[in-house]
């Protein structure tokens, strides 16, 4: 008799048959608390993995590229979701904020736009109703967005594990292809954006075949004019560029002192595109294509950032 | 085997079962609940096909663990016409636009569109093909599903 497949023998052979599953086996834990989560990280180290949004990590386990011995599920601890504004200006995010509450939260749209104008691009919006800012910045994919705007924003990481809590400056928490500094046993908590100085323009912007795909290439850029209108100070950062977040910092400090416009622009995008990044090329865009997207919205983005420091700035 | 209690609504009826942590949603209501209305094409999150309602939410019930769903609320393509002769007004308008030709992507389009719906009443075309970036379907090419969409919109307006 030939093997049948699941939902065959759920049509021929009704409930006596169990069917196979995707993932592999794990003992799975879903506390309550910040501190049980903590306690049961110490308590199964490497070999615990944390679910939060799980639109990256099931489809892994899905494949079996992960195989997790423990899932450690932070979905119930309603603590780690929420958004806060402090005085100095800057924006607290409990990394179990959901992605979608981020993309219509009004103080976000507010403080840290260029968090707001990334948002859409993150996949699909049913993926954003269950994916999570602190799941895409420790699954440090280097064709995400949230990790590149983390870096663009000169956010500070809030991790806690064993050996107590630290932060952690974003440009130093991604540390290659899916990795980041958080040791076995940390669970990302929270991540403090800080306020745009004044007189700062941003802009987020990606190409991908489809919307909601993997973007091919993608920027997020800032902009800050001095009070006599040059450039006072600019960031760059890509994804999918090379195997984290990728800043063109020659590019940005060429722009420091000019006078903002198409010239100064086209330099600096050439110099990111051709000198700075690393693009790793696959079947949806060779390294020349990825470079020339690069270029191309290297220069849109910093002159929709210069657009915005002429009006933030006054 | 990891085995917990699950009790949850489904289209507003309970189910108590007893699941493996591993299993997946979309498999927990396809194969331990019958419901197969909900529909499996990718199984990592890129078809749309298995977007159930999670407490009003649309998401991806094949990026799930069922043992997830324990306590909460959630609605399929089963729950949405109000009897065997009276379809959703959405599912109507996606018959008569012929927004479907296979079918099988479906369930997903819908569950995707009727919290959308609900949000935006009057919805434009760029909004439409928005909301359902995170669908595919190898079929229709989309138009008759936008056109289903605006003619839903109409007669839901009008209520």
């Known amino acids: 008799m030939p093997k049948t497949r699941g939902w065959e023998a759920v049509l021929y052979n009704s409930q006596s048959v169990r069917l196979e599953m995707k993932p592999p086996p794990f003992k799975y834990l879903a506390p309550d608390s910040l501190e049980q989560a903590l306690e049961l990280m110490a308590q199964y180290g490497e070999e615990a993995k944390l679910l939060a949004g799980g639109q990256s990590l099931i489809p892994a386990m899905n494949f079996r590229v992960v195989q997790p011995a423990v899932l450690v599920d932070l979905n119930r601890i309603k603590a780690l979701e929420y958004v806060e504004n402090s005085e100095d200006g800057s924006l607290a995010i409990g990394a179990m904020t959901r992605q979608r509450a981020l993309e219509f939260n009004p103080i976000v749209a507010e403080s840290t736009p260029l968090l707001h104008e990334c948002m859409p691009h993150v996949a699909h919006p049913q993926i954003r109703n269950r994916g999570t800012l602190g799941g895409s910045l420790a699954h440090a994919d280097p064709a995400a967005e949230l990790p590149v705007v983390a870096v663009a924003c000169g956010s500070r990481m809030k991790a806690k594990g064993p050996q107590g809590e630290r932060w952690i400056e974003a440009d130093r928490f991604f540390k290659g292809m899916f990795a980041t500094v958080l040791q076995p046993g940390e669970i990302l908590m929270e991540v403090v954006f800080p306020p745009l100085p004044p007189g700062t323009g941003w802009s987020f912007m990606e190409a991908s075949r489809r919307r909601g795909d993997y973007a091919m290439m993608g920027v997020a850029a800032t902009l800050r004019l001095s009070s006599s209108g040059t450039c006072e100070q600019a960031r760059l950062v890509y994804l999918n560029a090379g195997d984290g977040p990728v800043e063109a910092p020659q590019a940005a400090a060429a722009l420091k002192g000019q006078t903002p416009g198409p010239e100064a622009f086209e330099a600096a995008a050439a110099t990111a595109a051709e000198q700075e990044i690393d693009p790793l090329g696959n079947v949806h865009a060779s390294v020349a294509y990825q470079r020339q997207l690069a270029k191309v919205l290297t220069r849109r983005a910093l002159a929709r950032a210069f657009e915005r420091a002429q009006i933030t700035g006054n | ?159």
């Open chain 2, 1 to 159: 085997m990891d085995i917990f209690s699950l009790s949850l609504s489904i289209n507003g009826n309970r189910y108590e079962r007893q699941v493996d942590s591993r299993l997946l949603l979309s498999d927990f209501l396809r194969h331990d609940l019958g419901l197969t209305g909900t529909h499996v094409g990718c199984e990592h999150g890129v078809c749309g096909a298995c977007t159930v309602l999670f407490d009003g939410q649309p998401v991806r019930s094949c990026l799930m663990l069922a043992v997830q769903a324990n306590g909460h609320a959630l609605s399929t393509v089963e729950g949405l016409a109000s009897s065997r002769q009276q379809l959703h007004p959405l599912q109507q308008a996606f018959w008569e636009a012929h927004g479907l030709q296979c079918g099988f992507c479906t369930p997903g389009f819908l569950m995707t569109l009727v919290p959308f719906l609900a949000d935006h009443p009057d919805p434009s075309e760029m909004a439409i093909r928005e909301a359902i970036s995170g669908n595919l379907c190898r079929c229709t090419g989309y138009q008759n599903i936008v056109e289903a969409v605006r003619l839903a919109a109409d007669r839901l307006r009008a209520g």
